[in-house]
């Protein structure tokens, strides 16, 4: 099964709301967990590596007021896409460090 | 960009032929791994070589890795219908913070 649930699949929203994507390790700790961007035909890029109790580590270009990542436990990260406007509707997807790294399964996020 | 470029962007074959996928990378790495992915879902993790290995064997996938030029090659053989998807390369430098290739999207035909 599993190991790391992420959390809504699919998401349509209207431009100007925010919308939380979380992220969780189910049988495991994991101390970072990562934030990917995939937009249609494109591969994944990394946005950011969110630390379990500190502030999270953003990409060159990614805009930390935008994409506000929490990391309050050790089996939940979560991503708040703040504002969002239709430039941002993309694929995102987490994973997380366990012995292994593991990935979420996506969130298709979808802005009108 | 340190993002890695694999080629071809795509690749069209028929049932049965084998398919080569190349990467080419930027910076020196732990390890290489390769992921699937169907049409807007997750990724599929499907093997992964570390810096000291030369070759490796899963199943019906040979991944080779040569450091000296920053490359790999992902051959799947006898391919069926069921393979069709996009195939990544990704390198972790350390920490498992992984940096995607461009990806090359396969389409086997029956």
């Known amino acids: 099964g599993a190991v790391v649930s992420q959390h809504p699949s699919r998401v349509i929203c209207k431009s100007g709301t925010s919308v939380k994507i979380e992220c969780r390790s189910l049988?495991?700790?994991?101390?970072?967990m990562f934030w990917y961007r995939q937009f249609p035909k494109q591969s994944l890029m990394l946005m950011a590596t969110?630390?379990?109790?500190?502030?999270?580590?953003?990409e060159q270009g990614v805009e930390k007021d935008k994409f506000l990542i929490n990391h309050a436990s050790l089996t939940l990260s979560t991503l708040t896409v703040t504002s969002a406007h239709p430039e941002d509707s993309s694929f995102y997807i987490c994973?997380?460090?366990?012995?292994?790294?593991?990935f979420g399964s996506g969130t298709q996020l979808s802005v009108l | 960009s340190q993002q890695g470029e694999e080629d071809p962007q795509a690749l069209s074959i028929q049932e049965g032929e084998n398919a080569t996928m190349n990467c080419s990378y930027k910076?020196?790495?732990?390890?290489l791994q390769w992921y699937r992915q169907n049409s807007g879902r997750g990724l599929v993790h499907l093997i992964l070589?570390?810096?000291?290995?030369r070759e490796k064997h899963s199943g019906r996938l040979r991944v080779t890795l040569d450091t000296s030029k920053k490359s790999s090659s992902l051959l799947i053989t006898a391919s069926r219908a069921a393979d069709t998807a996009s195939y990544f390369c990704?390198?972790?430098?350390?920490?498992?913070?992984?940096?995607f290739g461009t990806g090359t999207r396969l389409l086997v035909s029956p």
């Open positions: 994973s997380a460090r366990g012995r292994e790294l593991f």
């Open positions: 049988d495991f700790q994991a101390t970072t």
């Open positions: 969110s630390n379990e109790g500190s502030k999270a580590t953003y």
């Open positions: 910076t020196s790495i732990n390890n």
């Open positions: 070589i570390r810096s000291n290995e």
């Open positions: 990704a390198t972790d430098s350390g920490f498992q913070k992984l940096v």
